[in-house]
Every structure is written in C-alpha cells, then in structure tokens.
T-cell receptor, first 115, second 114 residues
Framework: EAGVTQFPSHSVIEKGQTVTLRCDPI?????LYWYRRVMGKEIKFLLH????????ESGMPNNRFLAERTGGTYSTLKVQPAELEDSGVYFC?????????????FGPGTRLTVL | DAKTTQPPSMDCAEGRAANLPCNHS???????VYWYRQIHSQGPQYIIH???NNETNEMASLIITEDRKSSTLILPHATLRDTAVYYC???????????????FGSGTQLTVLP
C-alpha cells in the first residue's frame, strides 16, 4: 500500500512568488492534515480536512496560505505571495478516521526555500 | 493536548535497549499516548500508541504506568538507524474538536553509538 506522497520534494522560489504544494493521502483516508516546521522551530499543525471540508484551520498562519481538497482526494497548499519566513518543511499526513485514536501517517515533506 | 515532558537528549549503545521516558501527568482517562520519530529531515514516522495496557509491535514496546502519568518507549535492540528525534504526544480527548492536532514539542534526540 502506497503511503502519503508529497510533491515537490524541494522548491526554491523568490520572495513574492507563488508556490503550490501537493499531497496525496493514503487511499481511502478521509482525513488529511498539513503541518510545517520552520527553521529552528517545532512541527506545527496547520489544518485538517475531512474529505473536502476544512474541519480545523486554526493553525493557518495568515491569509497568504490557501489549502484546498477538491473532490476529497489530494490536497494542495498554496502560498501567495511567499515571504522569507515561510521557508521550512511542509508535511502532510492522513488518517482513516477522525478521532484522536486514529493514527496519522506522514509524508516525506516538501522543503520550501524562499529567497 | 495534555502536556508532555521528555529529556532533550539520550545516548544508547548499538545493540542495547533504548528506554525513552515521557511524563504526561495531566493526561485524562480517555487520552492515548502516541510515539513518533523523525529521522533527520524525513517525515515523522508513527511508532506505537497505547491507552492503559502495555503495547508491543515490530518496532517497539510501550510501557504505561498504572496511574498513566508517564510512559516509556523501549527499542529493544537499538541500531544506528534508530538515531532520531522521538516525540511523545497525547492528542487530546477522543471527542473534542482539537483532538486531531498533534503537538510535537521538542522531543528527545536519541543517538545510537557504535
């Protein structure tokens, strides 16, 4: 069974540009999460989808970040316009169910560098 | 989330058991304890989780004290590839809205020495 996949693995962009990250969850997992780790900081929750609906977006830092999950399958996270402080590693995770007893499985992450 | 406390770093000799402690004194009765690890810059990897009873899988064992205020992750025969940051996480009550957010904290940097 394929795990969570993320694309691209690395992205280098200039300040002010737009970047879109993609996450493909494990097949059949209705719950999808985005996390990120900025330099020197801890991994932080961004948001949680249940199918195509945003269940919890309390961790989204500002309105430059837009997450979508059209059709309830893969998800995209767009950063527009990117700022220097957005550099870090963005992780996606998925789980079968939506309670805290359902294990979240993580993808390899996308390393974003904003110059 | 119930707050967890872990030592910042530990060393372990290759082939020996690695015992990683975690305190979660504010845990409530329905909250699970999860362990993840992050090897270098890879994505966090799920290891094991438990509620009350001790658990074992192919990767590790989890020992939870009777009062559930602390737990220990045991890697029975540590290898160099087990060098990673280990996170003890209590996601929260199963039926609360914020229960799905995993709070990673700083974790324990385990270094397995040859």
């Amino acid at each position: 069974e394929a795990g969570v996949t993320q694309f691209p693995s690395h992205s280098v962009i200039e300040k002010g540009q737009t970047v879109t990250l993609r996450c493909d969850p494990i097949s059949g997992h209705d719950n999808l999460y985005w996390y990120r780790r900025v330099m020197g900081k801890e991994i932080k929750f961004l948001l949680h989808f249940v199918k195509e609906s945003k269940q919890d977006e309390s961790g989204m830092p500002n309105n430059r970040f837009l997450a979508e999950r059209t059709g309830g399958t893969y998800s995209t996270l767009k950063v527009q316009p990117a700022e220097l402080e957005d550099s870090g590693v963005y992780f996606c995770a998925s789980s079968l169910g939506g309670t805290s007893t359902d294990t979240q499985y993580f993808g390899p992450g996308t390393r974003l560098t904003v110059l | 989330d119930a707050k967890t406390t872990q030592p910042p770093s530990m060393d372990c000799a290759e082939g020996r058991a690695a015992n990683l402690p975690c305190n979660h004194s504010t845990i409530s009765g329905n909250e699970y304890v999860y362990w993840y690890r992050q090897i270098h810059s890879q994505g966090p990897q799920y290891i094991i989780h438990g509620l009350k009873n001790n658990e074992t899988n192919e990767m590790a064992s989890l020992i939870i004290t009777e009062d559930r205020k602390s737990s220990t992750l045991i890697l029975p025969h540590a290898t160099l590839r087990d060098t990673a940051v280990y996170y003890c996480i209590v996601p929260g009550h199963p039926f609360t809205g914020s229960a799905r957010q995993l709070t990673f904290g700083s974790g324990t940097q385990l270094t397995v020495l040859p």
